[in-house]
């Protein structure tokens, strides 16, 4: 262990911990404990949390999972329990040691970069929650268990995930009611899920009573971050949604009827990045910022990514009604048989889009472009190809802001308002009072209804690029008086979705694989079976 970090005034590392003084007499129970936590590996991530690697293990300093494995060690050399105010006072000190004297480490939770960044994305590291701390390492020419894996730490409800098996991606279709068309996009979102930094869509599913929303949850997040507990309740606030992001990778929220703006903008921050602040407990000035990132699952009866910032970074799955039921106990049993299959069949695509990602060449990249790319490069080890992929995202991004039209008051009603003119200007002002005029009584009781003409401006800039998508355009023209709204109805479609493209180079392996680019395949394309397809042609 290197002890370089330690501050010169602290007792050195000892080799044995001793119960006694060298006059007979017993110890004080915090320096007994001071002494077994200065044995572990201390160290602190970037946002200053302190850790402690016990062996293989990681903890938190200040965690309960790590006062238990002090106390376990106090208790196995003294055959005693510790006083709860030693173990507070060892705690506080050694958190002390890790963030001021202990070397600044990425700290990962269920999936990881096994060189930090440094590289680009060249190795992905997983945690399958092995008691002996193997993970699994993905690269480029497959995947193999590592002894020497970055940091990761786990929660309470971290599950294990099964042994590998033969690639089998298809036999997740066994157990997903998604449609045919829209089966790509839940690949896709399982394969970015694999990815160590976002962003990450928020798969939205959608259905009537009987869909199968929660059991279709509960299987992505087996496959992706099995948990004691699979799917969580709707949080309260955005404390609550926190809390759920920083003790799982995969968040599966249950059963929504209602996304708030508070809570749909946080899931836009966890998604795409961002920090999100509380105040600290016990204080009124100062607060706590913690910037997280995470694959999001959602699931009710009702429409939930209706706000357009949440929409365009949302995949949309609305659900067939299942025609033909099992029992619970079969389904599991069933679908635990196919697990490691399935599994591997996601590791051999993130095996892929490690190779190909960075050939992949897309003209109109969408907003989620990292993952468009990630997902295009990897989707023929899972069964589709890249323009499958692509033209089911881009159809799915119009719906979806299509949808957050319809969900707003006041966006349906200047939807009909526009096209009946084909052309308005004036202010905000004269514009919320046009609406008001046009639009019915309840309409414009309802609690999405803009009450000032502030609000309204608002609301035409969240809803301005699905308003575009329905051919209506907004331009705004500011003078020293006031500030001009001009809306017209072009009558415009959606442009058509670009089509993938891969750079191909020039070496000696390329014309060993008869022109399929030895960076794609490494061995003769399997949906054209070497006679050029839009995925293999050079």
């Known amino acids: 262990m290197d002890d370089s970090w330690m501050d010169p005034n602290l007792a050195e590392i000892p080799a044995s911990v001793e119960v006694t003084d060298s006059e007979g007499r017993p110890r004080r129970q915090p ?39 002090l106390a376990g060690e106090y208790f196995a050399l003294t055959e005693r329990g510790c006083n709860r105010n030693a173990l507070s ?138 948990s004691a507990a699979l799917v969580r309740s709707p949080p309260k606030d955005t404390r609550d949604l926190l809390v759920g992001a920083l003790n799982a990778w995969l968040l599966a929220l249950d059963n929504l009827s209602f996304l708030g703006p508070d809570l749909s903008d946080s899931l836009c921050r966890i998604a795409t990045g961002g920090a999100i ?51 619970e106990s079969e389904f599991w049993e069933s679908f635990a048989a196919d697990l490691p299959h399935i599994l591997g069949g996601l590791l051999a695509g993130i095996s892929m889009a490690i190779r190909d990602h960075r050939n992949v060449r897309i003209e109109r990249l969408p907003r989620m472009a990292d993952f468009a790319v990630w997902s295009a490069a990897g989707m023929p080890a899972l069964g589709f190809t890249a323009d499958e992929f692509l033209n089911a995202y881009s159809n799915n991004l119009d719906e979806g802001l299509g949808a957050g039209v319809d969900g707003s008051p006041m966006g349906r009603v200047l939807l009909s308002f526009i096209r009946a003119r084909a052309e308005w200007s004036g202010t905000a002002a004269e514009l919320l009072s046009a609406l008001a005029g046009v639009a019915e009584e309840s309409t414009v009781r309802s609690q999405g ?85 839009a995925w293999c042609r050079p």
């Open 277 to 327: 602040s509380e105040r600290a407990l016990y204080s009124n000035t100062d607060e706590v910022l913690v910037e997280v990132q995470r694959p999001v699952v959602l699931n009710g009866i009702e429409d939930l990514a209706v706000r357009p910032d949440l929409a365009e970074r949302s995949l949309h799955i609305e659900l067939d009604l299942i025609r033909e039921r099992r029992t």
């Open 31 to 69: 320096d007994i404990l001071l002494d077994l936590g200065c044995r572990h590996e201390l160290f602190h991530a970037p946002d200053g949390t302190a850790y402690a690697r016990t062996g293989v293990a990681v903890h938190a300093v200040e965690s309960p999972g790590y006062r238990e494995v």
């Open 449 to 533: 209804w803009p009450r000032s003409p502030r609000g309204l401006s608002g609301a035409i800039r969240r809803l301005a690029p699905a308003l575009r998508l329905q051919g209506i355009e907004i331009t705004t023209d500011r003078n020293a008086t006031a500030r001009n709204l001009r809306l017209c109805s072009t009558g415009k479609q959606p442009s058509q979705p670009s089509q993938p493209s891969f750079r191909r180079e020039s070496n000696d392996a390329n014309d060993a694989n008869d022109g399929h680019p030895a960076s794609l395949h490494k061995e003769p394309c399997p949906h054209c079976a070497g006679e050029g397809c």
């Open 89 to 226: 006072d060892a705690v506080t000190t050694l958190t002390s040691i890790a963030k001021f004297r202990g070397e600044c480490r990425k700290v990962w939770m269920r999936v990881g970069d096994a060189n930090d960044g440094r590289d680009g994305c060249s190795a992905v590291c997983i945690d399958p929650g092995r008691d002996d701390w193997r993970i699994i390492e993905v690269t480029a020419d497959g995947w193999h268990w590592s002894q020497s894996p970055p940091m990761f730490r786990r929660s309470r409800a971290f599950g294990k995930m099964p042994e590998p098996a033969t690639p089998d991606f298809g036999r997740l279709w066994k157990y997903l009611n998604a449609p045919v068309a829209l089966r790509p996009l839940v690949a896709a979102f399982l394969l970015s899920a694999m990815r160590p930094r976002g962003p990450y869509p928020v798969l939205v599913l959608e259905g009537e009573q009987g869909t199968g929303k929660s059991t279709f949850s509960r299987v992505l997040k087996m496959i992706a971050d099995p």
